[in-house]
């Protein structure tokens, strides 16, 4: 569609608006990058087979029409038709039929991230037999199997400012003894650190699945309406809890005379220039989570907490989360077996270091076997309409941790 001199220092350079509608165009080149001030972009009712994945480093591009072309991917054919610009740009930076370079090459370090601590974990291979045998188990609880499965629906609104989000539910964990709701929270706080990246690419969310009144509405609220009771602090409106986070983190960081602020306040950059802040409500209308900043003390974790709501959102992709989730519920089964196998008495850990919220524990059943298996509810995201957006955890759910997890299906 471009010609040469569309290149970097060509004259091209100040263009904001390209209409090629009805030309029988063929090919977007990825020269469409080096447009820097394009903001409008229409090449409707044209020849295109493929949107190319460059597409999406263009910095300003706001508003794009690619209806009526026959483009071989069927699923981003379907968004070009009912989706905004911005859905399907990410859709080409973070799937579709080609990533753009930046989020590849992020993807692809995660990747072997993950691969490279599994192997940590796992060992060298050697002993199959006696490492299957020590392998942690998880039951998956099917949607038919339970007689009152638990549902998050997503409205419309949440697709322009944070539009992943994978829930599931978790039963048996034992929290009671010893330090292990201080070990809990501390690998919240690592794997926030480490996978999540600083919180930049995904947050968890943990609730104590007693305190939670469903049904779940995963939606958006302008920041000075949304409302929410942080964990350790009081009821707040959202642009306030944002404008006091900030300044705790820049007197940070002149305390500690850094030129800026730290990586761990660097997600709070993720709201600048939001319309609405995205929030997790439950049937009474209480905000109970508000990612990527806090949870609610509503569902705050606590000793007695038994089963858990998991929620993990993310504004990059929906694979993200559901990696997260895969090592969120390793590391939890992983602590749960710790706990048995040590037999820990009950102590008393910090409760106000638990900066998270899941569930409340029967007291005639603190001890149970240490191959007893935790049990993983499946939990369905769907939209307005009912319609499944998301179901976790699926078939092929589980399998990044699946030499160190044994998932009974």
Partial sequence: LLPPAAGPGGPFQLLSRLEAADNEVEELGADIAALPALKSLDV?????????????????????????????????EKMVNGCQTKAILEYLR??????????????????????????????????????????????????????????????QGVKDVRPFIVCCVLKGVNLQPGNSLKRFLSTQTKLHEDICEKRTAATIATHDLQLIKSPLIYTVQPPDELKITPLGRKE????????????????????????????????????????????LVDAEGTVISFPPITNSEKTKI????????????????????????????????????VTLENKEVSGSDNESDALHGPVNLNPSQNVHPVNLPLVVEQVRVVDTDGNLKVLYPSKTDLTTVSSLLTVIR
């Avoid at 660097?266 to 995205?278: I, M, R, V």
């Fill in 44 to 76: 409707a009712n044209n020849q295109l087979k493929e949107l190319p994945a460059a597409l999406a480093d263009c910095p300003r591009l706001k508003e794009a029409n690619f209806r009526g072309n026959q483009l071989k991917d069927k699923r981003l």
């Fill in 94 to 155: 973070a799937g579709g039929r080609g990533k753009g370079k930046a989020e590849s090459s992020r993807e692809e370090a995660r990747k072997k991230k993950r691969e490279k601590q599994q192997k940590k974990d796992g060992g060298d291979g050697e002993q199959d037999e006696l490492e299957e045998a020590s392998k942690l188990l998880v039951k998956v609880l099917h949607i038919s199997e339970n007689q009152a499965p638990l549902v998050v629906k997503v409205s």
């Fill in 236 to 279: 707040i409106k959202a642009k306030d809890l944002l404008r006091q986070l900030h300044s705790e983190a820049e007197e940070q960081r002149k305390q500690k005379k850094r030129q800026n602020v730290s990586g761990l306040h660097k997600y709070l950059q993720l709201l600048d220039g939001k319309d609405n802040y995205p929030c």
């Fill in 302 to 337: 606590r000793k007695e907490t038994r089963d858990l709501f998991l929620e993990v959102t993310s504004d990059t992709s929906l694979q993200i989360c559901k990696d997260v989730m895969d090592t969120l519920i390793l590391k939890i089964a992983e602590l749960n077996r």
